[in-house]
């Protein structure tokens, strides 16, 4: 599953990131990390871009970039 | 002298252990409050300007330190990286680096992170390290992070680090003693770099390290940092960031760490999170991690599908509103003042060339453009809301899907924005914009949108297209939306075509944080207005000044003696450009009086409507005033048929929509492209599309409507 498939205020956990090049570097920097917790805050009103909230600051991606997040779901999410 | 200096007055420190900071750098993440941080320690004391080569702006200020000694601080531009992604980012490496040539290293750094988010602040303070330079950390927003329930344990972080750690609440001035003791104590440089890379990725980053200590002589520290954002680089980026000398090094290292096998890239980034989240353990203790703060009840209303439209087009409308109403009164201040300057200096100078000069020249000229101050300076202060509030990021958020169909960012929105009130606070707003392509695609396409210059020439044709009170004011306001409509629609065309072609590049990626909320600090947005108002004052004014001077002897010479104002205007340079290129406009429509108009209008659009008062030899004359109305219906061809017909009327309306005539715009794109190419590229090509706009449009009417 990818970042972008999650509901708004669904949790997970990034299990890989499949961005390359800069993108990737970039993401990582910023604290996309295999492991890191993350929950997506809100679609934005025309569907893209999407609001992340992890290592507690938000973050906007488009979907196109979400898309090379891979995630799993926590199960306790609602 | 034998007498020994009294401490207080020591002007150059004694070499070693002794010496203190006079050149330190702020670095920090964008929105760590390092700028808030700026203005408390400098206060108005600072220059704004442009790196060497580069539309960064460099914002350097005095303080003092607790010794009363000057030391100057460089504000740096916000990054969260060494690693770079834009010009403004690259900039801050390469001051941090020692690189730049107009920029000394500094040497201090003082490391602004937010108090809030740590983890992520303390990745580019640790590759701040590497550097081996002295660094002061800072932890701005203490209060918030309070507030939130979040504990950092100072001393037990100092000791981890071995840098001396200050909080400070930045808006609040809250700390600022400390961190100046901080700063005037001697200079001290960090312990050696203790996170590590996996030994066959630490062997080739040395190695290339190695390389650019003997190429560029840098000590093995910032050789080392310097490599590893070397390595970083993809092959599309790397002559973006990297001289063309080292490129095949950086190419060669890069196949070598391949060659290993190991996910290196990923392994550069990791090691050093490791290292981070191995101190933050052991010093920081999070709050809630469920708690909402008030910033998320915010965004709940901001960014709601409903409420968030409606709160940004209400945001919006008042700032529109506000132009057009508050603006008002100072602009008749001004009106008023340069009205009585002229007659002062009418009455004051000898009459003669020099006065003339003076009174039509110069004071009208400079005057026609700093009347429109005020609305620059409305605009200018919404802007630096919206950009300390946070809100801007949110309307990024909320429009970056429509401006994402033309190949733009969110970001470009609100400088498109602007620019229908004025260009030039919009054109300086598309700073924000990390991509060089889309800031330029931006600049290029910002003066299509109808700014308030336009208002008084549309009011005018579209007051003589109706000459009686036949048709309903909602079909006058209905073709003036359009005029509007065709400015934003033929924009959007061309950013889209100029994404395709001429700055051709993939449709930039949105990697953007959403800040907290805050309450602006007064000094931060007073302190942005005044540098933005002085710049546009400073870098325009020349050219307004010489392009003024330029129209009115053109408009003045040669003279006709005792002729009135509009055969004096006909016989002049611009009478006579204005008949030379009537056959070029004709097809438009237009004959050489108005061809005398759009001469005169070519430094500020209003004009049209004054110059073609004395073409036809009306007094005073305002867009609103019934007799250049009139005389626009009395006008006759040779041939004795009405000059302004609806299709001239239609016709001379668009190409007010598309072309540029502002001065002080193409003063303000060369100051932001760093080249004349540009301005005059955006000169030509919006001509050139007006032309063919007013073709079109003057031979349509003339087809449907029969006049």
Same mark, same amino acid.
């Given at each position: 599953m990818t970042l972008n498939e999650l509901s708004a205020g669904q949790t997970a956990t990034i299990s890989k990131i499949n961005a390359a090049g800069s993108i990737r570097q970039r993401l990582m920097e910023l604290g996309l990390l295999r492991g890191t917790p993350i929950e997506v805050v809100r679609f934005a009103p025309m569907g893209d871009p999407i609001e992340i909230k992890f290592k507690g600051y938000h973050l906007s991606l488009r979907k196109e970039e979400a898309a090379t997040i891979e995630v799993s779901p926590s199960p306790s999410s609602n | 002298m034998t007498t020994p200096a009294a401490p207080l007055h020591i002007t150059s420190p004694p070499a070693g252990s002794g010496r203190q900071a006079h050149w330190l750098a702020l670095a920090g993440n964008p929105n760590s409050g390092k700028t808030t941080l700026f203005n408390a320690l400098t206060g108005l004391r600072q220059k704004v300007g442009n790196y060497a080569g580069v539309t960064v702006e460099k914002k350097v200020g005095r303080m003092f330190n607790l010794h009363g000694q000057e030391v100057q601080v460089l504000d740096l531009p916000g990054t969260y990286s060494l690693s770079v992604r834009s010009p403004d980012e690259k900039v801050a490496r390469d001051v941090l680096l020692g690189t730049v040539s107009d920029t000394?290293?500094?040497?201090? &750094?003082?490391?602004?992170?937010?108090?809030?988010?740590?983890?992520?602040?303390?990745?580019? !303070?640790?590759?701040?390290?590497?550097?081996?330079?002295?660094?002061?950390?800072?932890?701005?927003?203490?209060?918030?992070?309070?507030?939130?329930?979040?504990?950092?344990?100072?001393?037990?972080?100092?000791?981890?680090?071995?840098?001396?750690?200050? =909080?400070?609440?930045?808006?609040? $001035?809250?700390?600022?003693i400390p961190l100046k003791q901080a700063i005037t104590r001697e200079l001290e440089k960090p312990p050696a770099r203790?996170?590590?890379?996996?030994?066959?990725? $630490?062997?080739?980053?040395?190695?290339?390290?190695?390389?650019?200590?003997?190429?560029?002589?840098?000590?093995?520290?910032?050789?080392?940092?310097?490599?590893?954002?070397?390595?970083?680089?993809? $092959?599309?980026?790397?002559?973006?960031?990297?001289?063309?000398?080292?490129?095949?090094?950086?190419?060669?290292?890069?196949?070598?760490?391949? @060659?290993?096998?190991?996910?290196?890239?990923?392994?550069?980034?990791?090691?050093?999170?490791?290292?981070?989240?191995?101190?933050?353990?052991?010093?920081?203790?999070?709050?809630?991690?469920?708690?909402?703060?008030?910033?998320?009840?915010?965004?709940?209303?901001? !960014?709601?599908?409903? #409420?968030? #439209?409606?709160?940004?087009?209400?945001?919006?409308?008042?700032?529109?509103?506000? &132009?057009?109403?508050?603006?008002?009164?100072?602009?008749?201040?001004?009106?008023?003042?340069?009205?009585?300057?002229?007659?002062? @200096?009418?009455?004051?100078?000898?009459?003669?060339?020099?006065?003339?000069?003076?009174?039509?020249?110069?004071?009208?000229?400079?005057g026609s453009v700093v009347i429109f101050l005020p609305q620059i300076l409305i605009l200018f202060f919404f802007i630096g809301l919206l950009e300390d509030t946070g809100y801007m990021a949110r309307a990024a958020f909320l429009m970056d899907r429509l401006m994402n169909r033309v190949g733009l960012h969110g970001k470009s929105f609100i400088p498109l924005l602007c620019s229908f009130a004025c260009a030039i606070p919009g054109v300086m707003a598309a700073r924000t914009i990390e991509n060089p392509k889309d800031r330029l695609v931006t600049i290029m396409i910002a003066p299509l949108m109808s700014c308030s210059a336009r208002l008084p020439?549309? !009011?005018?044709?579209?007051?003589?297209?109706?000459?009686?009170?036949?048709?309903?004011?909602?079909?006058?306001?209905?073709?003036?939306?359009?005029?509007?409509?065709?400015?934003?629609?033929?924009?959007?065309?061309?950013? #889209?075509?100029?994404?395709?072609?001429?700055?051709?590049?993939?449709?930039?990626?949105?990697?953007?944080?959403? =800040?907290?909320?805050?309450?602006?600090?007064?000094?931060?947005?007073?302190?942005?207005?005044?540098?933005?108002?002085?710049?546009? &004052?400073?870098?325009?004014g020349t050219v307004i000044l010489a392009l003024s001077i330029v129209l009115w002897v053109l408009m003045t010479y040669p003279k006709t003696p005792y002729a009135t104002p509009s055969v004096a205007l006909a016989n002049s340079v611009a009478g006579k450009i204005g008949h030379a290129i009537e056959p070029v406009i004709a097809p438009l429509g237009f004959d050489w009086r108005i061809g005398i108009g759009l001469v005169g209008s070519f430094a500020a659009r209003e004009i049209f409507v004054s110059t073609m008062g004395m073409v036809f030899n009306i007094e005073d004359a305002d867009e609103t005033s019934p007799p250049l109305k009139d005389a626009f219906n009395d006008a006759r061809r040779v041939d004795g048929t009405p000059l302004f017909t609806p299709a001239v009327c239609i016709s001379l309306m668009v190409f007010y929509v598309l072309a540029m005539q502002c001065v002080s715009t193409v003063a303000v794109v060369r100051r932001e492209t760093n080249s004349w190419r540009w301005p005059i590229f955006q000169i030509f090509y919006m001509t050139g599309l007006a032309y063919i706009g007013s073709f079109i449009a003057f031979n349509a009417v003339r087809f449907f409507f029969g006049s």
């Open positions: - | 000394p290293r500094p040497e201090l &750094i003082v490391c602004v992170a937010d108090a809030n988010n740590l983890e992520r602040s303390l990745y580019l !303070t640790s590759q701040i390290l590497d550097l081996n330079l002295p660094v002061i950390l800072v932890l701005n927003m203490m209060d918030l992070a309070k507030a939130a329930g979040v504990e950092i344990d100072i001393k037990n972080l100092e000791s981890l680090l071995g840098v001396p750690i200050i =909080p400070v609440v930045a808006s609040k $001035e809250v700390g600022l203790t996170w590590t890379l996996p030994v066959e990725i $630490e062997s080739e980053v040395q190695a290339l390290a190695l390389e650019f200590e003997k190429a560029h002589s840098m000590d093995n520290a910032t050789a080392f940092a310097n490599a590893l954002a070397a390595l970083s680089e993809d $092959e599309h980026t790397i002559h973006e960031n990297f001289p063309k000398s080292v490129h095949s090094t950086i190419v060669n290292a890069q196949a070598k760490l391949e @060659a290993t096998g190991l996910d290196w890239r990923d392994a550069m980034v990791e090691s050093r999170y490791t290292w981070i989240q191995s101190i933050c353990a052991q010093v920081v203790k999070q709050g809630d991690p469920n708690a909402v703060t008030m910033s998320e009840k915010i965004d709940h209303v901001l !960014t709601h599908k409903v #409420w968030g #439209w409606i709160t940004f087009l209400g945001m919006m409308s008042l700032m529109f509103f506000t &132009i057009f109403t508050v603006a008002i009164y100072p602009m008749q201040w001004i009106e008023a003042l340069f009205g009585a300057l002229q007659s002062f @200096a009418g009455n004051h100078l000898p009459v003669g060339v020099v006065r003339d000069l003076i009174c039509s020249g110069v004071i009208s000229g400079v020439v549309y !009011t005018i044709m579209i007051a003589t297209m109706f000459p009686t009170d036949a048709v309903s004011n909602w079909q006058k306001a209905l073709i003036m939306l359009g005029m509007y409509l065709l400015g934003a629609l033929v924009a959007f065309a061309l950013a #889209w075509l100029f994404k395709k072609t001429l700055m051709k590049g993939r449709t930039p990626v949105l990697i953007m944080e959403l =800040p907290p909320y805050r309450i602006p600090a007064i000094k931060t947005v007073s302190v942005h207005l005044w540098n933005r108002a002085s710049t546009f &004052i400073r870098r325009a």
